[in-house]
Structure formats: structure tokens, C-alpha cells
Nanobody, 122 residues
Framework: EVQLVQSGGGLVQAGGSLRLSCAAS????????IGWFRQVPGKEREGVSC????????YNADSVKDRFTTSTDNAKNTVYLQMNSLKPEDTAVYYC???????????????WGQGTQVAVSS
């Protein structure tokens, strides 16, 4: 059974950093691409970052470019989203997702983590 368990998140001041973790089970992290998404109540889920299954390709949305980085630790079967220079507008519930193709489109991903709250105060 494919499972994604998220950890990290919390409350941070603007300009601070957080790291989200997405631990995979039921598959190895180099079998699937991982995407990171975020959602604010009342708004569409937004794709922010993704990494290919062999970790040789990443993509970051313009809204997080140069601030967020996705990386993989195959030994731990875990993918990370490092978030630096956080802004109040980054406040959202963040989700990781696994799928066969690297994409920023949520429909690409059949498997999802439980979500974790990130709150950035001004």
C-alpha cells in the first residue's frame, strides 16, 4: 500500500524557514515523482514544486522560485521541501503527492499525504 506521511510545518515569522518532510512507504522514492501543493481555504490547490523520480529534475512555481527547494533522501525514502524567506502569503496547508510523472498539475498524482499547516506571521 502506497502511503505518504508528512511532518514539519508550524508557525514561523516572515523571513524565517521551515522544512517539510514527506516519508514514503509502499514504494521507493526513486520510483515516483513527488509534487508539493498548497491550499488556502476557499481557493484552488496550487502546485508549488515537484521533483522527478530520479531527482535529476525539479520545478518550482514562480511564486516560490529562489525560496523553496525540493530534495530527496533515497536512504530515508523521504522527500523534503525546504522553504526559506517565508512570506505571510505562503500560509496554507501543504500536501505532498506521488505520481509517475513530474508535474505541477494535481491530477497527475494519485497518492497524497495528509497535509500539514504552515502559518507565516507578519
Amino acid at each position: 500500500e502506497v502511503q505518504l506521511v508528512q511532518s514539519g510545518g508550524g508557525l514561523v515569522q516572515a523571513g524565517g524557514s521551515l522544512r517539510l518532510s514527506c516519508a514514503a512507504s509502499g514504494f521507493t522514492s526513486d520510483d515516483y515523482a513527488i509534487g508539493w501543493f498548497r491550499q488556502v481555504p476557499g481557493k484552488e490547490r496550487e502546485g508549488v514544486s515537484c521533483i522527478s523520480s530520479n531527482a535529476d529534475s525539479t520545478y518550482n512555481a514562480d511564486s516560490v522560485k529562489d525560496r523553496f527547494t525540493t530534495s530527496t533522501d533515497n536512504a530515508k525514502n523521504t522527500v523534503y521541501l525546504q522553504m526559506n524567506s517565508l512570506k505571510p502569503e505562503d500560509t496554507a496547508v501543504y500536501y505532498c503527492a506521488a505520481g509517475r510523472a513530474r508535474s505541477i498539475l494535481q491530477g497527475t498524482y494519485p497518492f497524497w499525504g495528509q497535509g500539514t499547516q504552515v502559518a507565516v506571521s507578519s
